[in-house]
């Protein structure tokens, strides 16, 4: 198995059944001396990383050009902002 340029490995189909790793599972890694181990990782009270960085990142981002009528009107499907029905 070779390590990507990027710095990527394929983990054997094997051994993602085993621990349950699906597509976009975190993982962890454990270095003890030579030897690294992969383990699925655990959520904890402070996970969600992620998810809080990606909200973090969108904060203000957001314009009043829309009233909440016409993004509701848009999410259902239902005219144009801006206009009343079709």
């Known amino acids: 198995m070779q390590i990507t340029s990027k710095g990527q490995v394929t983990i054997p189909q ?6 349950g790793l699906l597509p976009h599972t975190e993982v962890e890694f454990e270095v003890a001396g030579d030897h690294a181990r992969i383990r699925k990782a655990r959520r904890t009270a402070g996970s969600g990383v992620r998810g ?5 990142a969108l904060r203000g981002s957001a314009n ?4 909440t009528d016409d993004i509701m009107a848009l999410t259902r499907g239902g ?8």
């Open 14 to 19: 094997e051994v993602r059944n085993r621990l």
């Open 52 to 56: 809080k960085n990606a909200l973090r």
């Open 64 to 67: 009043t050009r829309m009233s």
């Open 79 to 86: 005219g144009r902002p801006g206009g009343h029905g079709k």
